[in-house]
């Protein structure tokens, strides 16, 4: 790995010397990927410093989900493999990954001594509907370069400015300060974090996506994707989904790859694989069976699908994980 700056040395020197929490996905995460938060008032914003003990559970498609509200990650220690939508790329110690909300993604694999600083935040913290100044603070998931990686490199000449604005923003989360001063002193430091995040991300001739855009956008993936979960195991069609938005064929398929980063029939799929695999490791049942209560057309269905995704024959899928 390169060496880091000073700076992104002594952000991760301090934060090394906070106690993390160990987090886990079990529970968290609903029938239609989405993982719901509750944000404190009067600031509604979450940091805490994480491990993964159960990161085996986890990773890959245990771990793909989708938000409403905002989030970063400061990768603190161990290397790992991130995929948002269809974008999918490694990072290391000193990263900084931005996770766009609505957008599908997970830890696809990653070492067992990993940590990391999570930051999560709905948009009014920073920005109301109408305030389009306030809106260019989120320009690094709003308004990020078509192709441009959701990444920040440590070794980039941007992240110092970054890191530094990290380390007083947590140095301020982990104090024991409390009360009024503790709030503003949160949010002035955020903002700069937002700011220099801003700088690494984006060009001048970038466009803002407008708020009352992302809340109808908000309430039409969740209507298409209540329908798909609770229709996934039947023969589902794009029109019917396409129906439950509110929207027509031709614009919700455009739509639902813009949004989560995923072609909705691929979605279908994963979804329905992934159900399999845990009907695969949770019950006794045939494949012939499972591939008939997940939506596959039959059990040949079903291996060529899953194959695909795993490598290997549900089977020894089966056979893998109950060793």
Aim: glycine share 6%; aromatic share 12%.
């Amino acid at each position: 790995m390169t060496s880091l700056p000073a700076s992104t040395c002594e952000l991760l020197a301090f934060l090394g010397t906070q106690k993390a929490e160990t987090f886990d996905l079990a529970g968290r995460i609903d029938s239609r990927r989405y993982l719901g938060r509750r944000f404190p008032e009067p600031l509604p914003l979450i940091m805490s410093l994480q491990q993964y003990p159960g990161y085996r559970r986890m990773v890959g498609e245990n771990w793909m989900h989708w938000h409403d509200y905002y989030e970063c990650f400061i990768a603190l220690s161990g290397r790992g493999d991130f995929r948002s939508g269809n974008d999918r790329f490694l990072f290391d110690p000193g990263d900084i990954v931005i996770v766009d909300p609505l957008k599908i993604h997970g830890v696809m694999r990653m070492e067992a001594a990993h940590t990391a600083l999570v930051i999560l935040f709905p948009t009014h913290l920073i920005a109301q509907p109408a305030s389009v100044v306030d809106q260019g603070f989120l320009s690094p998931w709003d308004r990020r370069t078509e192709g441009v990686l959701p990444l920040l490199k440590g070794s980039d000449p941007a992240a110092p400015a970054v890191h530094e604005a990290l380390l007083k923003l947590t140095q301020v989360w982990f104090s024991e300060v409390l009360g009024e001063d503790r709030w503003v002193s949160l949010k002035y430091h955020f903002t700069q974090v937002l700011y220099y995040l801003r700088q690494a991300f984006v060009t001048a001739s970038c466009q803002s996506i407008p708020g009352t855009d992302r809340a109808l956008s908000e309430d039409r993936l969740r209507r298409s994707l209540d329908y798909v979960s609770l229709h996934a195991h039947e023969s589902i069609s794009q029109p019917e989904a396409a129906r439950a938005a509110g929207m027509s064929t031709s614009r919700f398929r455009a739509f639902f790859k813009e949004t989560t980063g995923w072609g909705f029939a691929q979605y279908v799929r994963e979804l329905r694989v992934e159900r399999a695999a845990k009907s695969l490791r949770d019950s006794d049942d045939s494949v012939a069976a499972i591939a008939h209560m997940t939506g596959f057309a039959d059990q040949s269905h079903l291996l060529r699908c899953f194959k695909l995704k795993y490598g290997e024959s549900p089977i020894a899928y089966r056979q893998r994980h109950r060793s």
